[in-house]
């Protein structure tokens, strides 16, 4: 054991692999992930990727994308888990600008959207990977991360279900990956400004991942960060009406509703209407439960253990703005005085922060986002963070036992790590200037 540990502890006076060494191995490592992926390919309809792939169809024809009223003759069918909604909402959560980027995939076959889409979330996943890999400058951490990487995040029950339901949520991990090599490692600090905000259209909790580098910037950079919102802006209004927007913001206060329990008096209203054609490829038979998915709870779940029944989502933003401001006041003299690395951290855990506090549905498939910053944080932290982190993430896959509350327990545990990281003593790559 005496010989190991020297051995590895000669691991971080070397180099990380160059990248061309890195990505051959990383292929090597996740060839075998497409042909599990593949295989659940075969038995799934990708159920959420359905339901937004209608929701572009009904935009595109100038129908509501979000209260779609059924009505005989109409040449689809609803094919989703939720299929009781409350006051007329569809199932349909994203925002109308995923709604129009899907459109030239919707007018395909849905058959051949499923295998498109497979291919794009691999795709993701696998530069999400060998781009989070890049960033640790010392062979042992870089090694850590391609581990670490691989068994929790690649071949994983949550990638598998995030397969199973055709998610999306590779594509804000590999945002962060992308987004943190071009500037830790590249130096290119402009695409912070551009790429934030402009994600910001499609997951809007990319707004707050924002605050730290406008926090960070002089005034120079924060004007530049406006005339990046402002495109953004002109680009919400090109990609959809505002009516539309509109309703997509009446329908998320309909699910928030729905979810903290106030539209309980609002009977649902069921869509399975018979007499519609369906579209191909929906004869496969779901197979969720061999995932053993399970959810993962929110803030509003305890707060109800608490007997704070809040039925105004409002509240519920109240509360997390009050958090953040919290966490901003805590931590601001690390991010000011710290690294590029600590602004990124920082974005992320306000990110992860709107998720946790916003009253909304989420999934195991949710955590695939932290392979995003995954080499960031193991540049980054101490062992005993990293031991804490990977601590975290077995809880969260149920070891040694499952019990109630332990995913939830691991994410927490994970996330506080993480965040902890901020404080560590590392010395940076690169430094940025105000």
Same mark, same amino acid.
């Given at each position: 054991?005496?010989?190991?540990?020297?051995?590895?502890?000669?691991?971080?006076?070397?180099?990380?692999?160059?990248?061309?060494?890195?990505?051959?191995?990383?292929?090597?490592?996740?060839?075998?992930?497409?042909?599990?992926?593949?295989?659940?390919?075969?038995?799934?309809?990708?159920?959420?990727?359905?339901?937004?792939?209608?929701?572009?169809?009904?935009?595109?024809?100038?129908?509501?994308?979000?209260?779609?009223?059924?009505?005989?003759?109409?040449?689809?069918?609803?094919?989703?888990?939720?299929?009781?909604?409350?006051?007329?909402?569809?199932?349909?959560?994203?925002?109308?600008?995923?709604?129009?980027?899907?459109?030239?995939?919707?007018?395909?076959?849905?058959?051949?959207?499923?295998?498109?889409?497979?291919?794009?979330?691999?795709?993701?996943?696998?530069?999400?990977?060998?781009?989070?890999?890049?960033?640790?400058?010392?062979?042992?951490?870089?090694?850590?991360?391609?581990?670490?990487?691989?068994?929790?995040?690649?071949?994983?029950?949550?990638?598998?279900?995030?397969?199973?339901?055709?998610?999306?949520?590779?594509?804000?991990?590999?945002?962060?990956?992308?987004?943190?090599?071009?500037?830790?490692?590249?130096?290119?600090?402009?695409?912070?400004?551009?790429?934030?905000?402009?994600?910001?259209?499609?997951?809007?909790?990319?707004?707050?991942?924002?605050?730290?580098?406008?926090?960070?910037?002089?005034?120079?950079?924060?004007?530049?960060?406006?005339?990046?919102?402002?495109?953004?802006?002109?680009?919400?209004?090109?990609?959809?009406?505002?009516?539309?927007?509109?309703?997509?913001?009446?329908?998320?206060?309909?699910? +928030? =509703? @729905?979810?903290?329990?106030? *539209?309980?008096? !609002?009977?649902?209203?069921?869509?399975? #209407?018979? /007499? %519609? &054609?369906?579209?191909?490829?929906?004869?496969?038979?779901?197979? +969720? =439960? @061999?995932?053993?998915?399970? *959810?993962?709870? !929110?803030?509003?779940?305890?707060?109800? #253990?608490? /007997? %704070? &029944?809040?039925?105004?989502?409002?509240?519920?933003?109240?509360?997390?703005?009050?958090?953040?401001?919290?966490?901003?006041?805590?931590?601001?003299?690390?991010?000011?005085?710290?690294?590029?690395?600590?602004?990124?951290?920082?974005?992320?855990?306000?990110?992860?922060?709107?998720?946790?506090?916003?009253?909304?549905?989420?999934?195991?498939?949710?955590?695939?986002?932290?392979?995003?910053?995954?080499?960031?944080?193991?540049?980054?932290?101490?062992?005993?963070?990293?031991?804490?982190?990977?601590?975290?993430?077995?809880?969260?896959?149920?070891?040694?036992?499952?019990?109630?509350?332990?995913?939830?327990?691991?994410?927490?545990?994970?996330?506080?790590?993480?965040?902890?990281?901020?404080?560590?003593?590392?010395?940076?790559?690169?430094?940025?200037?105000?």
């Amino acid at each position: 054991m005496k010989k190991i540990y020297q051995h590895l502890q000669s691991l971080n006076d070397k180099p990380a692999l160059r990248w061309y060494w890195l990505l051959v191995i990383t292929v090597v490592v996740f060839i075998p992930n497409l042909f599990i992926s593949y295989s659940i390919l075969q038995e799934t309809i990708m159920p959420d990727l359905h339901i937004r792939i209608l929701g572009s169809r009904w935009m595109d024809i100038g129908r509501s994308p979000y209260f779609s009223q059924w009505q005989p003759g109409f040449s689809e069918q609803l094919y989703n888990p939720n299929i009781f909604m409350p006051n007329g909402v569809n199932g349909v959560t994203v925002t109308p600008a995923v709604l129009w980027l899907q459109t030239p995939l919707s007018r395909m076959s849905y058959c051949s959207i499923i295998k498109i889409w497979w291919l794009i979330m691999e795709i993701l996943l696998f530069a999400t990977l060998f781009l989070t890999c890049l960033i640790p400058v010392k062979l042992n951490r870089q090694l850590v991360t391609l581990l670490v990487g691989s068994l929790f995040f690649c071949y994983s029950r949550n990638w598998w279900l995030h397969v199973y339901n055709g998610q999306l949520y590779i594509l804000y991990a590999f945002v962060f990956a992308l987004t943190a090599c071009l500037v830790i490692r590249y130096k290119k600090r402009l695409v912070v400004m551009l790429v934030f905000p402009l994600v910001a259209i499609t997951r809007p909790f990319f707004a707050l991942a924002t605050i730290p580098w406008f926090i960070k910037f002089n005034r120079k950079r924060r004007l530049k960060f406006l005339v990046a919102f402002m495109m953004c802006l002109g680009l919400v209004v090109y990609s959809a009406p505002l009516s539309t927007w509109a309703q997509y913001s009446r329908a998320m206060r309909e699910y +928030s =509703k @729905d979810i903290t329990g106030s *539209n309980s008096v !609002s009977p649902a209203i069921d869509y399975r #209407k018979p /007499g %519609l &054609k369906p579209d191909d490829c929906l004869s496969i038979k779901p197979v +969720s =439960k @061999d995932f053993k998915s399970g *959810n993962l709870l !929110s803030v509003q779940h305890y707060l109800f #253990k608490l /007997g %704070l &029944k809040w039925h105004d989502p409002a509240l519920f933003i109240s509360f997390l703005l009050l958090a953040i401001i919290s966490l901003v006041i805590v931590t601001k003299q690390s991010v000011i005085n710290g690294s590029n690395e600590n602004l990124f951290i920082f974005s992320f855990v306000l990110y992860i922060m709107a998720e946790l506090f916003t009253p909304a549905l989420r999934n195991p498939y949710n955590l695939v986002q932290y392979l995003g910053i995954l080499g960031l944080f193991m540049q980054k932290a101490n062992m005993k963070l990293i031991i804490l982190f990977v601590a975290g993430l077995l809880l969260n896959f149920d070891f040694p036992v499952r019990v109630a509350y332990q995913r939830e327990a691991g994410e927490a545990i994970f996330l506080l790590a993480v965040y902890l990281s901020l404080f560590t003593n590392n010395k940076p790559a690169i430094t940025i200037s105000k």
